[in-house]
């Protein structure tokens, strides 16, 4: 079956550019999760989704990142005013409540 | 606070010879473990976790990792390596009922099978 998609895989951005970064879920999957994955290190967690509700998004770094997930399907990670430092692979994972995450190809965003 | 530790940033295996790969955890209450694999330039692949019940797993590719709750370990093993082994492994952790659902990862080991 199809898994986690993710759109665009590359994204080059010029500093100050707004980015919208897409995650299509496993079909059913009612958890929603991003990561941001630095170079050479383990991926560090965003938010979270059951279904359309963000329940968690302490690991946003900053006001100018903002995710949604409307109609608990399809979700998009939004990131403003882009800076050098976001310059980094961002994974999104589904899960079926609890159980194993599944991940996406990721999305490797470069800020110039 | 929950932290997982990957103590050795590379492992280099000659073909054919046992493979582990270290992982060290810190969770309040009963941890959930899992390994993911990745290759350049793709993501996170699943290939075994733990719950509940036997300390031995087995998992996808012919690995396996044993917990060992009284060392807080959960190290991933393979009886004979393959060259096509070679990648970056994480090891995750999360918090069992009741908590956040998000996982805590390792910073990665790079594992290096050479034929």
């Known amino acids: 079956g199809a898994g986690v998609s993710q759109s665009p895989r590359y994204k080059v951005a010029k500093r100050g550019q707004d980015v919208a970064l897409r995650c299509d879920p496993i079909?059913?999957?009612?958890?929603l999760f991003w990561y941001q994955q630095a170079l050479g290190q383990g991926p560090e967690f965003l938010t979270y989704?059951?279904?359309?509700?963000?329940?968690?998004k302490s690991g946003l770094p900053s006001d100018r990142f903002f995710a949604e997930r409307p109609e608990g399907s399809v979700s998009t990670l939004k990131i403003q005013r882009t800076q050098q430092e976001d310059s980094a692979v961002y994974l999104c994972a589904s899960s079926s409540g609890v159980g194993t995450q599944y991940f996406g190809p990721g999305t490797r965003l470069t800020v110039l | 606070a929950q932290s997982v530790a990957q103590p050795e940033d590379q492992v280099n295996v000659a073909e054919g010879n046992p493979l582990t790969v270290k992982c060290t955890y810190s969770?309040?209450?009963?941890?959930?473990l899992f390994w993911y694999v990745q290759y350049p330039n793709r993501g996170l692949q699943f290939l075994l976790k733990y719950i509940t019940g036997d300390n031995l797993v087995k998992g996808s590719y012919g690995f396996e990792a044993e917990f060992n709750k009284s060392q807080t370990s959960f190290h991933l093993k393979k009886p004979s390596a393959l060259v096509s082994d070679s990648a970056l492994y994480f090891c995750?952790?999360?918090?069992?009922?009741?908590?956040?659902?998000?996982?805590?990862w390792g910073a990665g080991t790079k594992l290096i099978i050479k034929p």
């Open positions: 989704f059951q279904n359309e509700a963000q329940l968690d």
């Open positions: 969770v309040s209450g009963n941890p959930y």
């Open positions: 079909s059913g999957h009612v958890s």
């Open positions: 995750a952790v999360r918090a069992g009922e009741g908590s956040n659902y998000q996982l805590i």
